[in-house]
């Protein structure tokens, strides 16, 4: 299993994303941190998100994805790795718990700004047409000095299947 050495602040051995405990719920404070880190653009106003899963090795926070609600639409948040644990799938878990979390509260459809829509895309996500979901994903991006430089945003959406059971 792969640990976080708090004394040299690096990682020591490997853990694989399966190996890693994904639950609702963690630190609203090192969620923010992470997004952070990653380089996603919050503000210091913040406010905690509808839900939060994260992603842990150990004690240490690997990875979040948040759910939050705009203009009426159940949306992903944040969804951010650490970057000792990028490509081992742990975004690809983080989301599907998210998915899950919308299928359970009756949602038909998730939405997603996406900065990084090759990701979402490869999960099964579409890119959302022209029309008010768009706009009101897009809208808080039209000003942001990222946006055409380091980013380049998509509204996309994914129809999750029926809850069973």
Request: proline share 3%; with cysteine; aromatic share 8%.
């Amino acid at each position: 299993m792969r640990r976080w050495n708090r004394y040299t602040d690096e990682m020591d051995g490997v853990t694989s994303a399966d190996e890693m405990e994904v639950r609702r719920g963690g630190d609203f404070s090192a969620a923010f941190a992470l997004a952070e880190a990653a380089g996603l653009e919050v503000s210091a106003d913040a406010t905690e998100p509808l839900v939060l899963w994260s992603a842990w090795d150990g004690e240490h926070m690997a990875g979040v994805v948040t759910l939050d609600e705009d203009a009426g639409l159940l949306v992903v948040g944040w969804i951010a790795v650490a970057e000792p644990y990028r490509g081992r799938g742990l975004g690809e878990r983080l989301l599907r718990a998210a998915e899950h979390e919308a299928r359970e509260r009756g949602e038909g459809t998730l939405w997603a700004t996406a900065r990084a829509p090759g990701f979402f895309l490869a999960m099964g996500y579409e890119l959302a047409t022209a029309g008010e979901e768009q706009e009101a994903l897009l809208a808080g991006c039209r000003d942001c000095p990222q946006r055409g430089v380091t980013c380049r945003p998509q509204a996309v959406r994914k129809e999750l299947e029926a809850r069973t059971g």
